[in-house]
């Protein structure tokens, strides 16, 4: 096990493209395959998660290669999958899971799915109960992970109310109804993020919306084309989150998804007075997506809301960092969602917190953090990469060194966040459990 010892001090720095996102990345590499004709994909994130989904397509014979930077996916249409020889194990991937979990509903042929420990711990009923209203047998151990998905005597349209504003539910019962009989409708009760609508019309697939429900009729086929992703917001936000925080800092992002349906994490920190200017605004891949310019910025508290999680849902760790090191008071709520992601993150978030020296009180569907100053320490990323990360940027402003123990979780969604933390200014090393040498 490996864990990161940060000096503090750092500014951030210069020009960096963050690695590619993941949401998007994770749908071109299915729908690709479940398309006519070959999909090049380029960058395309190279991370853990992904390659699960890689290796989950391979296994059900689709040829995937990566040539020249680019991933060439040959796609084999709707029914072109065959039975993989064993189980496919998603990793640490909830959206892997969750969105695969819905196209295996529509074949013809059974097939196991299973993940890592983190994963066998997520709930899995939320998708379990609307696919098999659509008439899919699934088997579950008691709603979580492993699945055992059968084949059905087929699928039919059903419409369906999200309980939890969830994309990838949405997602999940979408992917099914492309297999279903007639019309699959899915209404939000808040907007998530809508990368696999945009992705399934660029490949030629109607998905109408209507006020907040999402709707498209099964039967039709997708058609293979040219996907560009762009960088990862989410992972951007540890950069955006160093940068505001720490002193001299000017920062560019190049070419971020800004997606509406999931920059909530920008209107946030605006409103708790970050400096963050967007240029270049453009078109990637049918996703905005801008530069972004940081500097360190003078920040406040603020008052977050289910609303706002549902479009920041990713990125509360790292405003909850930003409310450290804020002026005043930052209650954030209706965000018990995290409490079922990688970790528990409403805990993981309160723990590093408090063993960085801040006060903050726990919610069960959030936290009140009073701003402060970290001091230097440890904290844990309960195997949870967003926490690492979040954590990795607090210890450059704590008054002592930060170890952040536990750090090879990073690798599913962002393996270049070592060497481009070191680039911007981060006084960052990897180091070795076995080493003695502790910060
Ligand atoms: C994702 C949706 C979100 C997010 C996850 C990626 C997606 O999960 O947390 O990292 O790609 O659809 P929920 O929609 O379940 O909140």
Redesign the pocket.
């Known amino acids: 096990m490996k864990h990161y010892r940060i000096n503090p001090g750092g500014s951030f720095v210069g020009n960096i493209k963050v690695d590619g996102d ?2 998007i990345s ?2 071109a590499i299915m729908f690709g395959a479940l398309a006519e004709g070959t999909t090049r994909v380029r960058d395309i994130l190279e991370g853990e998660d992904v390659k699960a989904t890689i290796s989950a397509f391979r296994k059900m014979g689709i040829l995937i290669e990566h040539v020249e930077g680019d991933y060439l996916v040959h796609g084999t249409g709707l029914h072109g999958l065959r039975q993989p020889q064993s189980a496919l194990d998603m990793g640490n991937s ?2 892997a899971f ?2 695969l979990a819905g196209i295996l509903c529509g074949q013809q042929w059974s097939s196991t799915m299973l993940g890592d420990a983190s994963l066998n711990k997520r709930p899995m009923g939320r998708i379990i109960n609307p696919l098999r209203q659509m008439g899919a047998e699934i088997e579950s151990n008691n709603d979580r992970p492993p699945l055992i998905v059968h084949p059905s005597s087929g699928l039919s349209g059903i419409r369906y109310e999200l309980p ?8 999940a019962i979408l992917l099914a109804g492309l297999y279903a009989k007639g019309e699959t409708s899915v209404k939000e009760s808040a907007p ?2 809508d ?2 609508e945009r992705m399934l019309r660029g490949f030629g697939y109607q998905v109408n919306r209507d006020g907040s429900w999402i709707s498209l009729h099964g039967g039709g086929s997708l058609s293979a084309g040219q996907i560009e992703v762009p960088a990862d917001l ?1 992972s951007a936000t540890f950069f955006i989150l160093g940068a505001l925080i720490s002193k001299d800092s000017d920062l560019l992002l190049s070419r971020v998804g800004v997606n509406p349906s999931r920059s909530g994490v920008l209107p946030i920190l605006k409103r708790m007075g970050a400096n963050v200017e967007r240029a270049n605004e453009t078109d990637v891949g049918g996703e905005p997506a801008a530069d972004l310019r940081v500097c360190s910025s003078r920040l406040v508290g603020t008052r977050i809301d289910a609303n706002d999680v549902a479009l920041a ?2 990125e509360i760790p790292a405003i909850a960092v930003a409310a450290a090191c804020a002026d005043g008071v930052t209650e954030i709520r209706g965000a018990e ?1 995290l409490r079922v ?1 990688e970790s528990d993150r409403i805990s993981s978030t309160v723990i590093g917190l408090r063993n960085l020296g801040i006060n903050v009180e726990e919610h069960s569907d959030g936290m009140t953090i009073t701003g402060g100053r970290f001091q230097g320490g440890e904290v844990q990323s309960e195997g949870d990469h967003r926490i690492a990360m979040a954590f990795s940027m607090a210890a450059n402003v704590a008054s002592g060194p930060v170890k952040v123990a536990d750090i090879d979780c990073v690798a599913t969604s962002f393996p270049n966040f070592y060497q481009l933390a070191r680039k911007a200014g981060l006084d960052v090393e990897a180091v070795s459990a076995k080493s003695t040498d502790e910060p």
Do not use: N, P, Y
């Open positions: 993941k949401s994770h749908r909830g959206t969750r969105l939890v504003a969830s994309a990838q539910v949405k997602s998530t993020r990368h696999t989410s849902v990713d969602e992601k």
